[in-house]
Protein backbone atom coordinates (compact mmCIF):
# COMPACT_ATOMS: atom_id res chain seq x y z
CA UNK A 1 0.00 0.00 0.00
CA UNK A 2 1.52 3.55 -1.14
CA UNK A 3 1.91 5.36 2.47
CA UNK A 4 4.04 8.53 3.82
CA UNK A 5 4.48 8.71 7.16
CA UNK A 6 6.00 11.91 9.19
CA UNK A 7 7.30 12.00 12.52
CA UNK A 8 7.22 13.33 14.82
CA UNK A 9 3.56 14.42 14.65
CA UNK A 10 4.10 17.51 16.97
CA UNK A 11 7.32 19.00 17.63
CA UNK A 12 7.84 22.31 20.32
CA UNK A 13 11.60 24.14 19.95
CA UNK A 14 12.63 26.91 21.13
CA UNK A 15 13.31 30.35 18.73
CA UNK A 16 16.74 30.16 17.22
CA UNK A 17 17.44 26.88 17.06
CA UNK A 18 17.09 23.72 14.32
CA UNK A 19 14.99 20.76 13.98
CA UNK A 20 14.73 17.94 11.37
CA UNK A 21 11.54 16.41 10.36
CA UNK A 22 11.08 12.84 9.26
CA UNK A 23 9.29 11.24 6.03
CA UNK A 24 9.46 7.40 4.92
CA UNK A 25 7.51 6.53 2.16
CA UNK A 26 6.20 3.27 0.37
CA UNK A 27 5.25 5.00 -2.38
CA UNK A 28 6.16 2.80 -5.90
CA UNK A 29 7.39 3.66 -8.47
CA UNK A 30 8.89 6.80 -7.59
CA UNK A 31 8.92 9.84 -9.12
CA UNK A 32 9.40 13.16 -7.06
CA UNK A 33 9.21 13.95 -3.01
CA UNK A 34 7.86 17.60 -2.19
CA UNK A 35 7.54 19.47 1.34
CA UNK A 36 5.34 21.91 1.85
CA UNK A 37 4.67 24.48 5.00
CA UNK A 38 1.14 25.09 6.07
CA UNK A 39 0.65 28.10 8.15
CA UNK A 40 -2.57 27.72 10.07
CA UNK A 41 -5.56 28.69 8.32
CA UNK A 42 -3.98 28.43 4.65
CA UNK A 43 -3.11 26.72 1.43
CA UNK A 44 0.12 24.55 1.89
CA UNK A 45 3.10 26.67 -0.27
CA UNK A 46 5.73 24.21 -1.87
CA UNK A 47 9.40 24.30 0.01
CA UNK A 48 11.01 21.93 -2.22
CA UNK A 49 10.58 18.97 -5.04
CA UNK A 50 12.79 16.42 -5.29
CA UNK A 51 13.81 13.94 -7.60
CA UNK A 52 14.99 10.28 -7.69
CA UNK A 53 18.44 11.93 -8.44
CA UNK A 54 18.65 14.64 -5.97
CA UNK A 55 19.48 14.37 -2.98
CA UNK A 56 19.57 17.34 -1.17
CA UNK A 57 18.19 20.73 -1.86
CA UNK A 58 17.55 23.83 -0.27
CA UNK A 59 15.48 26.89 -0.04
CA UNK A 60 16.54 29.37 2.52
CA UNK A 61 16.84 28.24 5.90
CA UNK A 62 14.97 25.11 4.69
CA UNK A 63 17.45 22.15 3.20
CA UNK A 64 15.76 18.72 2.39
CA UNK A 65 17.20 15.72 1.83
CA UNK A 66 16.36 12.32 0.20
CA UNK A 67 17.49 9.14 0.18
CA UNK A 68 15.86 6.89 -2.29
CA UNK A 69 17.20 3.61 -1.26
CA UNK A 70 16.27 3.57 1.96
CA UNK A 71 12.97 5.49 1.20
CA UNK A 72 13.45 8.34 3.67
CA UNK A 73 13.50 12.04 3.51
CA UNK A 74 14.05 14.45 5.85
CA UNK A 75 13.29 18.40 6.16
CA UNK A 76 15.81 20.19 8.14
CA UNK A 77 15.45 24.20 9.49
CA UNK A 78 18.30 25.87 10.98
CA UNK A 79 17.86 28.76 13.49
CA UNK A 80 14.12 28.74 13.50
CA UNK A 81 12.11 31.91 13.72
CA UNK A 82 8.70 32.54 15.01
CA UNK A 83 7.15 32.34 11.64
CA UNK A 84 8.32 28.75 11.43
CA UNK A 85 5.62 27.62 13.24
CA UNK A 86 3.57 25.44 11.08
CA UNK A 87 2.32 22.27 9.38
CA UNK A 88 5.18 20.92 6.97
CA UNK A 89 3.48 18.20 4.82
CA UNK A 90 5.52 15.58 2.89
CA UNK A 91 4.20 14.64 -0.29
CA UNK A 92 5.29 12.01 -2.46
CA UNK A 93 4.45 11.28 -6.25
CA UNK A 94 4.82 8.17 -8.78
CA UNK A 95 4.73 10.39 -11.35
CA UNK A 96 1.40 9.33 -13.23
CA UNK A 97 -1.39 9.55 -10.93
CA UNK A 98 -0.88 9.61 -7.65
CA UNK A 99 0.65 12.14 -4.79
CA UNK A 100 0.36 10.55 -1.85
CA UNK A 101 0.21 12.86 1.51
CA UNK A 102 1.59 11.80 4.37
CA UNK A 103 -0.41 13.87 7.65
CA UNK A 104 2.19 16.22 8.60
CA UNK A 105 3.83 16.87 11.31
CA UNK A 106 2.90 20.53 13.77
CA UNK A 107 5.77 22.50 14.71
CA UNK A 108 6.06 25.55 17.30
CA UNK A 109 8.61 27.98 17.66
CA UNK A 110 8.38 29.53 21.06
CA UNK A 111 9.67 32.28 21.97
CA UNK B 1 0.80 37.57 -10.57
CA UNK B 2 -2.77 36.12 -9.53
CA UNK B 3 -2.53 32.89 -7.89
CA UNK B 4 -5.54 30.20 -7.05
CA UNK B 5 -8.24 31.78 -5.67
CA UNK B 6 -11.26 29.84 -3.91
CA UNK B 7 -14.75 31.24 -2.70
CA UNK B 8 -16.49 31.63 -0.18
CA UNK B 9 -13.90 31.76 2.25
CA UNK B 10 -16.36 30.42 4.84
CA UNK B 11 -19.41 28.82 4.22
CA UNK B 12 -21.91 28.35 7.56
CA UNK B 13 -25.36 25.66 6.29
CA UNK B 14 -27.77 23.84 7.70
CA UNK B 15 -27.58 20.06 7.28
CA UNK B 16 -29.46 19.41 4.31
CA UNK B 17 -28.79 21.80 1.89
CA UNK B 18 -26.64 22.00 -1.31
CA UNK B 19 -23.65 24.06 -1.57
CA UNK B 20 -21.08 24.91 -4.66
CA UNK B 21 -17.42 25.68 -3.52
CA UNK B 22 -15.46 27.63 -6.35
CA UNK B 23 -12.02 27.83 -7.58
CA UNK B 24 -10.36 29.85 -9.87
CA UNK B 25 -7.23 28.08 -11.31
CA UNK B 26 -3.50 30.05 -12.41
CA UNK B 27 -4.34 30.88 -15.40
CA UNK B 28 -2.84 28.21 -17.68
CA UNK B 29 -2.63 25.41 -15.56
CA UNK B 30 -3.97 22.25 -16.86
CA UNK B 31 -4.30 20.01 -13.80
CA UNK B 32 -6.73 20.87 -10.75
CA UNK B 33 -7.08 18.98 -7.65
CA UNK B 34 -9.59 19.48 -4.89
CA UNK B 35 -8.56 18.28 -1.46
CA UNK B 36 -10.68 18.19 1.71
CA UNK B 37 -8.74 18.68 5.00
CA UNK B 38 -10.75 18.05 8.32
CA UNK B 39 -9.48 19.56 11.46
CA UNK B 40 -6.31 18.17 12.87
CA UNK B 41 -5.89 15.52 9.73
CA UNK B 42 -4.14 15.71 6.37
CA UNK B 43 -5.35 16.39 3.07
CA UNK B 44 -7.67 14.05 1.80
CA UNK B 45 -8.18 13.39 -2.38
CA UNK B 46 -11.21 14.16 -3.50
CA UNK B 47 -11.25 14.94 -7.53
CA UNK B 48 -8.19 15.58 -10.63
CA UNK B 49 -8.66 17.05 -13.53
CA UNK B 50 -6.13 16.86 -16.23
CA UNK B 51 -6.73 19.20 -19.28
CA UNK B 52 -9.57 17.46 -21.46
CA UNK B 53 -9.12 13.91 -20.27
CA UNK B 54 -12.01 12.96 -17.91
CA UNK B 55 -11.86 13.80 -14.25
CA UNK B 56 -10.24 11.30 -11.76
CA UNK B 57 -12.78 11.56 -9.36
CA UNK B 58 -11.90 8.10 -7.29
CA UNK B 59 -11.31 10.30 -4.11
CA UNK B 60 -14.75 11.46 -4.51
CA UNK B 61 -16.30 10.00 -0.47
CA UNK B 62 -20.53 9.96 -2.16
CA UNK B 63 -22.50 10.40 -4.51
CA UNK B 64 -23.55 13.19 -2.48
CA UNK B 65 -20.19 15.27 -4.19
CA UNK B 66 -19.13 16.25 -8.08
CA UNK B 67 -17.65 18.61 -9.40
CA UNK B 68 -17.20 20.04 -12.61
CA UNK B 69 -14.21 22.18 -14.52
CA UNK B 70 -14.89 24.44 -17.69
CA UNK B 71 -11.98 23.70 -19.96
CA UNK B 72 -9.17 24.91 -18.11
CA UNK B 73 -10.51 27.70 -15.99
CA UNK B 74 -12.62 27.75 -13.16
CA UNK B 75 -13.74 24.51 -11.07
CA UNK B 76 -16.87 24.18 -8.95
CA UNK B 77 -17.12 21.35 -6.27
CA UNK B 78 -20.77 20.76 -5.19
CA UNK B 79 -22.05 19.15 -2.52
CA UNK B 80 -25.62 18.05 -1.90
CA UNK B 81 -27.80 17.57 0.99
CA UNK B 82 -25.21 18.56 3.41
CA UNK B 83 -24.16 16.28 6.39
CA UNK B 84 -22.28 17.41 9.62
CA UNK B 85 -19.15 15.30 8.80
CA UNK B 86 -18.91 17.32 5.23
CA UNK B 87 -17.29 20.09 7.84
CA UNK B 88 -13.74 20.99 6.79
CA UNK B 89 -11.17 22.92 4.57
CA UNK B 90 -11.84 22.32 1.14
CA UNK B 91 -8.41 22.77 -0.89
CA UNK B 92 -7.88 23.70 -4.51
CA UNK B 93 -4.85 23.22 -5.94
CA UNK B 94 -3.68 23.80 -9.88
CA UNK B 95 -0.62 22.76 -11.57
CA UNK B 96 1.19 24.15 -14.89
CA UNK B 97 0.71 20.36 -16.08
CA UNK B 98 0.36 17.28 -14.78
CA UNK B 99 0.35 17.52 -10.96
CA UNK B 100 2.28 14.44 -10.33
CA UNK B 101 5.34 15.84 -11.85
CA UNK B 102 4.96 19.35 -11.27
CA UNK B 103 4.50 21.81 -8.43
CA UNK B 104 1.20 22.35 -6.89
CA UNK B 105 0.05 25.72 -6.43
CA UNK B 106 -2.85 25.69 -3.67
CA UNK B 107 -5.53 28.01 -3.28
CA UNK B 108 -6.56 29.37 0.51
CA UNK B 109 -9.56 27.51 0.86
CA UNK B 110 -12.94 27.22 1.46
CA UNK B 111 -14.11 26.57 5.33
CA UNK B 112 -17.27 24.93 5.17
CA UNK B 113 -19.20 24.42 8.38
CA UNK B 114 -22.32 22.46 8.32
CA UNK B 115 -24.51 22.88 11.42
Known amino acids: KNQVEQSPQSLIILEGKNCTLQCN ?20 VSLTIMTFSENTKSNGRYTATLDADTKQSSL ?3 ASQLSDSASYI ?18 LVSP | ?26 SGH ?13 LEFLIYFQGNSAPDKSGLP ?5 AERTGESVSTLTIQRT ?9 CASSPDRATTDTQYFGPG ?5 L
Not at chain 1, 97 to 102: D, E, I, M
Not at chain 2, 62 to 66: A, G, K, T, V, Y
Not at chain 2, 110 to 114: A, E, H, N, Q, Y
Open chain 1, 76 to 78: HIT
Open chain 2, 30 to 42: TALYWYRQRLGQG
Open chain 2, 110 to 114: TRLTV
Open chain 1, 25 to 44: YTVSPFSNLRWYKQDTGRGP
Open chain 2, 62 to 66: SDRFS
Open chain 2, 1 to 26: GAGVSQSPSNKVTEKGKDVELRCDPI
Open chain 1, 90 to 107: CVVSDGFQKLVFGTGTRL
Open chain 2, 83 to 91: QQEDSAVYL
